[in-house]
T-cell receptor, first 113, second 114 residues
Framework: DAEITQSPRHKITETGRQVTLACHQT?????MFWYRQDLGHGLRLIHY???????NKGEVSDGYSVSRSNTEDLPLTLESAASSQTSVYFC????????????FGEGSRLTVL | QQQVKQSPQSLIVQKGGISIINCAYE??????FPWYQQFPGKGPALLIA?????SEKKEGRFTISFNKSAKQFSLHIMDSQPGDSATYFC?????????????FGKGTHLIIQP
């Protein structure tokens, strides 16, 4: 079955370190998204991509970057992790560019000490 | 500015009762209103969605009621079951808008007591 997988599922890191969260989908969806989920804030969009070599900033993009070298993967990089980036991160994908069903991964819990 | 306001933040309902979660929006350009369900340790999953050309959509025990004039929409869970215990998010996006324009509410943590 097609799916979307995130790794690692849990990570603890130190302030200032670079961290990369992986997202891989096998649906061949063009559109991929990264959200962070925090209590009291719901789901907030970090970055998104509508295809290979396309990346765009979302609502809370500061301190994060993404790259899209193929259809299947959209890794999220924290260049210099900060305690404020402690959160649960979700990757999602959708086949169409018009709003429709988002398919989410199971999340990556990141703790920055 | 929060574009979609969701209430309550948490809700406890007895088994067999009706769970009601409300959302309000201000942007009249919104025309797609989905609800997502999230179980602990899992990602959100689409539960049900509505467009403003209808006032109600029902799928099993789940119903969305939509009031275009009041700019409000709500999720009703009939005969609530312990397995419905989860966090629920409403969302909205603009007419013809891209999936990046999907704005989520802050979520409601629902507990169904047996």
């Amino acid at each position: 079955d097609a799916e979307i997988t995130q790794s690692p599922r849990h990570k603890i890191t130190e302030t200032g370190r670079q961290v990369t969260l992986a997202c891989h989908q096998t649906w061949n969806h063009n559109n991929m998204f990264w959200y962070r989920q925090d209590l009291g804030h719901g789901l907030r969009l970090i970055h998104y991509s509508y295809g290979v070599q396309d990346t765009n900033k979302g609502e809370v993009s500061d301190g994060y970057s993404v790259s899209r070298s193929n259809t299947e993967d959209l890794p999220l990089t924290l260049e210099s992790a900060a305690s404020s980036q402690t959160s649960v991160y979700f990757c999602a994908s959708t086949p169409g560019t018009v709003a429709g069903e988002l398919f989410f991964g199971e999340g990556s819990r990141l703790t920055v000490l | 500015q929060q574009q979609v306001k969701q209430s309550p933040q948490s809700l406890i309902v007895q088994k067999g009762g009706i769970s009601i979660i409300n959302c309000a929006y201000e942007n009249t350009a919104f025309d797609y209103f989905p609800w997502y369900q999230q179980f602990p340790g899992k990602g959100p999953a689409l539960l049900i969605a509505i467009r403003p050309d209808v006032s109600e959509k029902k799928e099993g025990r789940f119903t969305i009621s939509f009031n275009k004039s009041a700019k409000q929409f709500s999720l009703h869970i009939m005969d609530s079951q312990p397995g419905d215990s989860a966090t629920y998010f409403c969302a909205a996006s603009k007419r013809g808008g891209g999936a990046d324009g999907l704005t989520f509410g802050k979520g409601t943590h629902l507990i169904i007591q047996p």
